[in-house]
């Protein structure tokens, strides 16, 4: 599995229940790593996207102790147990964890990859992950040229779980 968010210079990813900020290369970025793979996240993410329902072009799987939960385009799962059986379909490579804080926080030490736009900006934000800078079990491998939009400059960094 991997994961990938954009992340502000807190570590914070969400405000109100929404993204921090409106950044359309950021955007096409997450669609272009996604498009045709499948996508794992919480209900309060499945939540804030369009609709209310699961992305299009993938396979959606949202987790949810609530077992009357219905979305369109989302498998929906209520337990990690459930969730680890529906996702030994795929190869792990295809999966990638889409948020929110709450799966990221539990999950990303089981991710190979972690895709992280890193906005070089505190955005006030009310919801956060780990620092993966403090993890030593991950390393970055990759780090882009900064890009500037919206008046926010951020970069997309790639860690990779250190082998064994
Ligand atoms: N910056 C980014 O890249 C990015 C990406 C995604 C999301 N976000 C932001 O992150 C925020 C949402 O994060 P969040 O932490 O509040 O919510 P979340 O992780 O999206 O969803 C949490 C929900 O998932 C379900 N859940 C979690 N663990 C479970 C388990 N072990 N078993 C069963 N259900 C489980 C629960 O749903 P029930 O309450 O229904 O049981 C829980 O309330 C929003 O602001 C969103 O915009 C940011």
């Known amino acids: 599995m991997n994961l990938i ?3 502000d210079s807190r570590w914070g990813i969400g405000k109100n229940g929404g993204l921090l900020a409106d950044l359309p290369t950021d955007m096409k970025y ?3 790593h996604t498009r045709n793979r499948v996508v794992v996240m919480g209900r309060r993410t499945l939540e804030s996207l369009p609709g209310k329902k699961g992305l299009p ?3 959606n799987f949202v987790l949810t102790s609530n077992a009357d939960f219905e979305a369109e385009r989302c498998t929906v799962v209520h337990s990690e147990d459930e ?4 996702l030994s379909k795929y190869e792990p490579d295809e999966v990638f964890l889409i948020g929110g804080a709450t799966l990221y926080n539990r999950f990303y030490k089981y991710c190979d990859k972690l895709y992280v736009t890193k906005i070089d900006a505190d955005l006030g934000a009310d919801t956060f992950i780990v620092d993966f800078d403090k993890d030593p079990d991950f390393e970055i491998i990759s780090e882009s ?3 500037t939009e919206n008046g926010l400059t ?3 960094v790639i860690y990779k779980k250190k082998d064994d």
């Open 30 to 32: 997450f669609r272009e």
């Open 145 to 147: 040229e900064p890009v």
């Open 83 to 86: 969730l680890w059986e529906a």
């Open 5 to 7: 968010v954009a992340a």
């Open 154 to 156: 951020y970069r997309f």
């Open 57 to 59: 072009k993938r396979v």
